[in-house]
């Protein structure tokens, strides 16, 4: 029998829905893909006894979607809906010495998204490339994901990449896999995770919550617009944008405060107590997490795009549009302004003496920030940059799309240490759960929802608990066959 494809498209006026939903039947295999119009999207395979019984879950699927709105289409005639790209000006610095950089790596495109923990530094550009480097600025792997590199968040070990294409990947396994698709609607700014629930902010304004298996859970609209700023705690999630920073209860269940701020927000920072936001109008403020007040601000000389803090909330950093960088004590006084040498900063971080920074050029760069040098470089003595070359033979790694991109393994090959799960179907919902012994049987398992089939089952690493009753995969994920 010959091989049937069925092609639908939702697409809504005014920013909301705008994907497709394609049915592929070839005997008894059917090959559900569906995403964003314009997208690759993901990919699903499924077998059945017999034809007719293909063709038969292939039609049930089809009219679930033309009920809710689809319609047959042509697949390339509708343009894929356009995402917002940071436009920033970047102005040569006015510092009257330069920043002591140690080393600096060019990624090859204008890079938002940094990470740096104990053990590398991660760093995330707009060709959608995503770069592991040791301290000492050796590369050690690269990442290609389909569209541009919007943020990257941390939720204990595991490592998120926000994209244009509006996923959020999962980069902590040896493949990096999509763990969340955000709504159609939702043009990302910028991300933060906490205990598996993502916090997302968006062009409009908006602030969409969602849990680990990728399902929606709240959203608000604020007063402004254009959210580049949203991080979470236990207490709260704090959403900055235009008319300032609102604080709404983790749960949804309403507001807790608003303060606006000196300008519009363009970047957000947290500690313990206190959030940072930095403005357009040359200002970082820090506001009180339990009343939003205003306890400080740090005055820069141009509109701040990042900010962030030593951990023991000692010294206070920004970078600004003119390719300057600041640090400030907690009090607000200005202890230093040099210039970066690489552009404006457009995230940054600290750790161990060293401020990390992403620039308008691309460029993750290494200051060394020693009060030591810190005060050579404001006489004029600075060290020699390293510039840092990418490794001809660089492994690369891209998420998997379907389920026959997983490297398999026979169940008698398995390592004895690996652990065992399984997709199940739970009314309209595909879950993952655990087979092997030793954990929570109730308990669903994150996973690549791409990847998933009714019965398969995979061999992972391991497993983590997560506080918020879920498994999280660690190292590599393979198929058992």
């Known amino acids: 029998m010959a091989r049937e494809t069925t092609y639908l498209e939702l697409s809504q006026d005014g920013g909301g829905a705008h994907k497709f939903y394609e049915v592929t039947v070839d005997g008894t295999a ?3 893909r569906y995403g964003r119009i314009g997208a690759g999207g993901q990919q699903q395979n499924s077998t059945f006894p017999t034809a007719e019984k293909a063709r038969a879950a292939a039609a049930k699927k089809i009219g679930e979607k033309v009920r809710k709105g689809y319609a047959p289409a042509v697949q390339g005639q509708r343009a894929a809906r356009p995402v917002t790209r940071r436009q920033v000006a970047s102005a040569p610095s006015t510092a009257r010495a330069a920043a002591p950089v140690l080393w600096r790596f060019r990624t090859g495109a204008s890079a938002f998204g940094i990470h740096v923990d104990e053990d590398r530094c991660w760093v995330g550009n707009q060709a959608g490339d995503v770069y592991t480097l040791s301290h000492g600025g050796e590369v050690l792997a690269r990442y290609s994901l389909p569209d541009g590199v919007k943020c990257l968040v941390a939720d204990e070990f595991w490592i998120y990449a926000g994209c244009d294409d509006g996923g959020v990947y999962d980069l902590s396994s040896k493949v990096p896999f999509k763990a969340y698709d955000i709504a159609d609607d939702v043009d990302i700014f910028w991300l933060d995770i906490r205990e598996g629930v993502l ?10 919550v969602i849990d680990h298996e990728d399902e929606f859970q709240w959203s608000r609209r604020s007063a402004g617009v254009h959210a580049w700023m949203v991080r979470a705690d236990e207490h709260a999630v704090y959403h900055g944008h235009t008319t300032g920073v609102t604080a709404y ?4 269940s309403g507001e807790l405060w608003h303060t606006r701020t000196a300008g519009g927000v ?17 200002t ?8 939003g007040a205003i306890e400080a601000s740090y005055r820069c000389d141009a509109a701040v795009y990042s900010c962030a803090t030593s951990p023991d909330g000692r010294h206070v950093f920004a970078g600004d549009s003119a390719s300057s960088v600041y640090c400030f004590d907690a009090d607000g006084t200005r202890l230093w302004k040099l210039g970066t040498g690489s552009g404006s900063a457009l995230s940054m971080q600290y750790l161990d003496e060293r401020l990390y920074l992403v620039t308008t050029d691309g460029s ?10 810190i005060g050579a470089a404001q006489q ?4 020699t940059a390293r510039d840092v070359k990418s490794a001809a033979a660089l492994p690369v790694f891209t998420p998997a799309a379907s389920a026959a991109a997983v490297v398999t393994v026979s169940a008698a090959a398995a390592p004895a240490d690996g652990v065992v799960v399984e997709c199940v179907q739970q009314g309209n919902r595909m879950r993952v759960q655990v087979v092997s012994s030793g954990f929570e049987r109730s308990w669903n398992v994150q996973f690549p929802r791409g990847i998933r089939e009714p019965g398969a089952r995979y061999l992972v690493d391991g497993l983590h608990a997560a506080s918020g009753g879920f498994y999280r995969v660690r190292g590599e994920i393979r198929r058992l066959v």
Do not use: I, M, Y
């Open 380 to 383: 004029g003595t600075v060290p």
């Open 199 to 208: 916090n997302v902010s968006d062009a409009n304004g908006g602030l969409t």
């Open 284 to 291: 970082v403020q820090r506001l009180a997490k339990g009343t």
């Open 249 to 252: 209860a983790p749960d949804g």
């Open 30 to 32: 059917v090959t559900v």
């Open 266 to 282: 363009l970047f957000g920072w947290q500690e313990e107590h206190a959030v940072f936001a930095g403005t357009g109008r040359h």
């Open 364 to 373: 993750l760069v290494c200051v060394d920030a020693s009060e030591a040098a």
